[in-house]
C-alpha cells in the first residue's frame, strides 16, 4: 500500500494515552500494487509494555489513539479512491471476480461469523475462499477486518469491566498487535487492487495504523472516510484522537466539537476535548469541558472515570493538589483498579506530605502496573521519609532496573 494507512503513536501520559517506542523499519509491497494506493511502508514498533499496549487497544476500541508520528511524509491520495464508493456497506466484489455459488455462499458464511464474534472461524473461512478466488476484493477485505477483529478478541480475552469498562487484559506478546495490524494492512492493499475500499474499510485501515503508531496514514485515511461519510460521529472522535496525538491540538479540538454536533453530551468525547484544550495551554477550557463531561454522566449508573483523572492530573500541575485528590478519589470509586489514579493520589499526597496515604496509594498503582517503572522511582522516596530504608532502597534498585539507569538514594521528586 503505497498511500494505505499506517499508525503511529506517542500520546501523553494520561488514561487515554499510551506511549509507543519504534525501531527498525519494515516493509512490505507487491509489485503490482494499485497506483496511488499506499504499499504498507511501516516503522517497525517495539512496544514499551503490556500496559501500554492495552491503553491503546482501550482507546482504538472505544474509539481513541493518540501519539507522535513516525511515519513517511504524507502523500496525496491514491488515484483510485478520487471518489467515493456508491455506499459505505456496499459490496465491493470486484467485476472481474465471479466466484462459483458455493464460493459466495463461503464469504457469506464467513462475514456472519464475523458478526457474529467467532473470528477463528471466520479466518478459517475467509481464506479458504480466498484460495479459489485470490482475486475477490470482497475477500481481502474481509480477511482485513478479521485480522483486525483478532487482536481487539485477544485485547479483551479476561476483560474486567469496571464502571466505564477499563480494560485489565494480556495481550500474547509484544509482536501479536503489530503483526495482526501489518496483515490486516496487507489484506486491504490487496483487495485494492481489485475494486476501491469503502468508507467502513478505510476506518479499519486507519486504526490498523493507530496500532502501528502511525498517525499521519491514520490521519489521511480517517479524513478520507470523512469526505465519504461526513456524519460520521466516531470517525471525528478518531481524527480528534489521531490530531491529539500527531500535537495537532486546535485540530484535534474541531474533530471533537464536530463529534459532539452529532453525539450530544457524549461524555467520552468531552473528555477527550478538554485534554485538547489542555495540549493548547487553554486551561480554564479544559477545566470547563472536564467538569461538563463528569454533569453528563453525573445520573448515569455507569460512570467513565477519565473526567476526574484529566481534571485532576492538571489541577496536580496547578499545585491545587486537595482538589486534585477529591476528584481522584472519585475516580477509584468508579474504577477501583484503575491503575492512574490512584498513582496520582499518591502524587498528590506526597506534594502534601501525607506520606501513609501516598505509600497506600503508590504500592495500589504498582500492584496494578508492576512494571511500570516511575512507579517504584516514586515510591521509594515516600518510604525513605517515613524511615523505611530497606523499602526504599528495594524500590530505588527496581526503579534503576526498569529504567535501565544507576541506583541512588536520590529521585527527582515525584
Request: aromatic share 8%; proline share 7%; glycine share 6%.
Amino acid at each position: 500500500m503505497s498511500g494505505a494507512p499506517a499508525i503511529n503513536s506517542s500520546p501523553s501520559v494520561t488514561s487515554l494515552s499510551p506511549y509507543f517506542l519504534f525501531s527498525k523499519s519494515f516493509s512490505c509491497h507487491t509489485s503490482d500494487t494499485p497506483p496511488g494506493w499506499p504499499h504498507v511502508s511501516l516503522t517497525k514498533s517495539s512496544f514499551s509494555s503490556v500496559a501500554a499496549i492495552v491503553c491503546l487497544l482501550l482507546i482504538v476500541f472505544s474509539g481513541v489513539a493518540s501519539g507522535h508520528s513516525q511515519s513517511s511524509p504524507t502523500k496525496s491520495p491514491p488515484s483510485f479512491l478520487a471518489k467515493p464508493p456508491a455506499a459505505s456497506g456496499q459490496s465491493s466484489m470486484s467485476p472481474a471476480t465471479a466466484p462459483s455459488e458455493s464460493g459466495d455462499a463461503l464469504l457469506a458464511d464467513a462475514h456472519a461469523l464475523l458478526e457474529k464474534g467467532s473470528v477463528n472461524e471466520a479466518d478459517r473461512l475467509a481464506r479458504q475462499y480466498l484460495q479459489t478466488h485470490p482475486d475477490s476484493a470482497d475477500g481481502h477485505f474481509l480477511l482485513g477486518h478479521i485480522l483486525f477483529r483478532e487482536i481487539q478478541t485477544d485485547a479483551t480475552a479476561g476483560t474486567q469491566l469496571e464502571g466505564a469498562k477499563i480494560l485489565q487484559a494480556n495481550p500474547k506478546d509484544g509482536t501479536f498487535i503489530p503483526e495482526k495490524a501489518r496483515a490486516s494492512l496487507a489484506e486491504f492493499t490487496a483487495g485494492a487492487k481489485y475494486h476501491d475500499p469503502n468508507a467502513a474499510d478505510l476506518k479499519t485501515v486507519a486504526l490498523d495504523y493507530v496500532l502501528l503508531g502511525d498517525y499521519v496514514d491514520a490521519d489521511k485515511w480517517l479524513t478520507k472516510m470523512l469526505e465519504w461519510t461526513p456524519n460520521d460521529a466516531d470517525g471525528w472522535y478518531l481524527l480528534g484522537r489521531t490530531k491529539y496525538n500527531e500535537n495537532r491540538f486546535a485540530e484535534a479540538v474541531s474533530a471533537f466539537q464536530q463529534s459532539l454536533k452529532l453525539d450530544p453530551q457524549n461524555v467520552k468525547i468531552e473528555d477527550n476535548l478538554g485534554l485538547s484544550y489542555a495540549g493548547l495551554g487553554r486551561n480554564e477550557e479544559a477545566i470547563a469541558a472536564y467538569q461538563q463531561a463528569m454533569a453528563w454522566q453525573a445520573k448515569a449508573p455507569l460512570r467513565n472515570p477519565g473526567p476526574y483523572i484529566n481534571l485532576a492530573s492538571l489541577l496536580i500541575d496547578q499545585n491545587r493538589f486537595g482538589e486534585a485528590v477529591s476528584n481522584l478519589l472519585r475516580a477509584v470509586e468508579i474504577a477501583p483498579r484503575e491503575s492512574r489514579a490512584h498513582e496520582l493520589l499518591g502524587k498528590a499526597y506526597t506534594r502534601l506530605e501525607q506520606f501513609p496515604n501516598a505509600q497506600t496509594e503508590l504500592e495500589k498503582a504498582i500492584e496494578l502496573s508492576p512494571q511500570k517503572s516511575n512507579l517504584h522511582c516514586m515510591i521509594a522516596p515516600v518510604y525513605r521519609k517515613q524511615g523505611l530504608a530497606e523499602k526504599a532502597k528495594t524500590e530505588f534498585d527496581r526503579c534503576a532496573a526498569l529504567t535501565g539507569t544507576h541506583s541512588t538514594s536520590e529521585t527527582t521528586r515525584p
